[in-house]
């Protein structure tokens, strides 16, 4: 069993050793990653019908016994979001086929994205804390490089507010660790949910919790700690912010419902409170600041910002209803935010520029893109029958459900004003004629290019109206994986064998 | 032992903090070199310190014997130490490569990623993104 836990982090490592030894050489470097996607893909499946089959299944690194080893465990939270992690890998690498240029091929763009992807895997199937660290670290120093990769003035600048904020972040997860570690005398994540109630003094604890809520909510991008996303994911190759747009925030909302639903859950009226506040305040700032940007990524980035909201929010009502909203949501999320980015990229290779105002006339040259953008566009605002129809109705009926009126009616205004944005850019870009004459049609792109362009978005498009057209077994999932966040048992015994 | 080390994080803190609010991008690096020892430190001080003979494990015994100090902090904080040495490196280089191609390092003056709206039609002035 251990190593289907151990292979979605080993192989991207393998081939990212690969492509960096063999670039520079064509399209070689691009063929191999998306290879390594694929092998990647089928490895996260079996681990994904293994923990279906099997339920919780933890592997004891180096054969060190539970609590003092490092532990790799996959419940159906950490498997479904290892899936959908190499999906929108395998998408990104097909996609940078086309808009990745040479020079940045050469810099190590393929070795770095695999090296990321290896952290995210990393990241969700850890059991020990101070391993969750580390993997934070993998992913971050490879989406440093990521993001500065080629160089461009905007792209330094961007780098260095993002490098800086996130580093402070790192810094206060650690600092947290040794708190913890200090109160409980242990990292493991299954053997700190018992530990955490012989703790004397649990205020400390609620202090050690709000650090970790800190450092995650940086990550994570939640309201007074977001400023770093919006500066800096506009600036770098659509296939670099896409793969960050997908993933890389949606770790720190996982490592937040991970720590908050099996450690911190002492004093949930504080803690939870705090992230009830936390989210509704990140939804509406988030939606506002996207209604005052004028460019294609900045909006799509603000309403990162917006979506995590409505994440954290099903982590903050605590109710199974809620988490099975917040699952749902994280999974539509990372499909939905990456597509339209990939999008973005598509839109701005037809008429030259991110800026709306100097954009238009998709529609009219190429209707295509202009039903592609309408998918995700429309599930990301919350329209029925697409996947974020669902997402939202869970999350806004489970606020009913606790009376929590002013939550619900947040939650549907925001979803309101998300429309208006996308609708902002529907107008913008795709009805106006274009200021500089007509846009250039798909076809002129070249079959290949286009084919490396428009494959992605196609398939993440599908997935969508999939997951909106049959969300039965998705809930159904996602209830399971909510049951299992709220009544760890299961993941206690699979990590620390027969103890209770 | 214990206090005057945690006087002594404080201390780092505080000191660490104020550096880094700074617009000075240089010296904000420097206050997170501070803070990340002070987190270091922190990890230290939270394993206890204990005047207690180093962990070994004496030949052909399977564990130590008497009280030994905890080790674990100790591995913890030169993991910590390595990954935060490989992020300062990068992040100074970074610095120095904005210093070179943004021309300041002042972060209120770098606003490549983000122009200031002058006139309510300058953003569609100068379209942004040369990232392709």
């Not at chain 1, 005052?292 to 199974?320: C, E, N, W």
């Amino acid at each position: 069993m251990s190593w289907l836990l151990a292979l979605p982090i080993i192989l991207p490592f393998i081939t990212a050793v690969l492509v960096f030894l063999l670039r520079g050489r064509g399209s070689v470097g691009g063929w191999l990653s998306i290879g390594g996607c694929l092998l990647l893909l089928f490895a996260s499946a079996a681990l994904m019908v293994a923990v279906l089959d099997e339920g919780v299944i933890a592997a004891q690194m180096g054969a060190w016994p539970a609590p003092f080893g490092i532990t790799l465990v996959a419940d159906l939270l950490s498997a479904v979001m290892v899936v959908i992690t190499t999906i929108t890998g395998l998408a990104v690498a097909v996609y940078a086929l086309s808009d990745i240029d040479v020079r940045r091929e050469v810099l190590g763009y393929h070795a770095l994205f695999q090296v990321l992807l290896a952290g995210v895997c990393g990241a969700f199937l850890t059991g020990d804390i101070f391993n969750l660290y580390v993997w934070f670290e993998v992913m971050l120093i490879a989406s440093f490089g990521l993001l500065v990769l080629g160089g461009d003035k905007a792209q330094i600048d961007g780098g260095i507010k993002y490098v800086t904020l996130n580093l402070v972040s790192t810094v206060l997860f650690l600092s947290g660790i040794g708190l913890l570690y200090g109160l409980t005398g242990t990292l493991n994540m299954a053997d700190l949910h018992l530990a955490v109630r012989e703790v004397e003094n649990q205020g400390l604890l609620t202090v050690v919790a709000v650090l970790f809520m800190v450092a995650f909510g940086v990550k994570a991008a939640v309201f007074p700690l977001f400023f770093w996303l919006p500066a800096s994911y506009h600036t770098p190759p659509v296939a670099v912010s896409a793969v960050f747009a997908g993933l890389l925030t949606k770790v720190g909302v996982y490592a937040l419902i991970r720590m908050f639903t099996l450690v911190f859950t002492n004093d949930t009226d504080y803690t939870h409170g705090l992230l009830l506040g936390v989210a509704v305040l990140t939804m509406i700032t988030g939606v506002l600041g996207a209604a005052a940007q004028s460019d294609f990524r900045k909006i799509l980035s603000f309403h990162i910002v917006s979506q995590i909201g409505y994440m954290i929010l099903g982590l903050a009502l605590y109710t199974p209803l809620a988490l099975v909203g917040a699952v749902f949501y994280l999974v539509h999320h990372i499909i939905v935010k990456a597509n339209l980015f990939l999008i973005s990229g598509i839109a701005r290779r037809l008429t030259g520029s991110f800026e709306l105002s100097a954009i238009g006339g998709l529609y009219k040259s190429s209707p295509l893109l202009a039903v592609l953008f309408l998918v995700p566009a429309f599930s990301l605002a919350g329209f029925p029958p697409l996947s974020g129809f669902w997402a939202k109705f869970l999350l806004v009926k489970a606020s009913l459900e606790i009376e929590a009126y002013l939550v619900a009616a947040a939650a549907l205004v925001v979803g309101l004003l998300t429309i208006f944005s996308m609708t902002k850019i529907w107008a913008e870009a795709f009805w106006k004629p274009h200021p500089a004459g007509t846009a250039p049609a798909l076809a002129d792109l070249g079959r290949s290019e286009l084919a490396a362009l428009l494959l992605p978005v196609v398939f993440l498009a599908g997935l969508t109206v999939v997951i909106g057209l049959f969300p039965q077994p998705f809930v159904a999932f996602a209830e399971r994986s909510a049951g299992q966040l709220l009544d760890p048992t299961d993941y206690v015994r699979a990590v620390l064998g027969g103890l209770p | 032992m214990e206090s005057v080390l945690a006087l002594l994080i404080g201390v780092m803190v505080a000191a660490s903090v104020y550096l880094m609010l700074a617009r000075n991008v240089l010296r904000f690096l420097f206050g997170l070199v501070l803070l990340s020892n002070a987190a270091n430190l922190t990890i230290f001080t939270a394993g206890r310190l204990t005047p207690a003979a180093p962990p070994l494990v004496p030949e052909g015994m399977a564990g130590p014997v008497g009280v030994v100090a905890n080790a674990l902090p100790q591995a913890l904080v030169l993991t910590a130490i390595v990954i935060g040495f490989g992020l300062f490196a990068f992040a100074l280089v970074l610095v120095y490569r904005g210093y070179q191609s943004l021309g300041t390092l002042d972060s209120d003056a770098m606003r490549h990623a983000e122009p200031k709206l002058t006139a309510p039609d300058a953003a569609s002035a100068k379209p942004k993104g040369e990232a392709s």
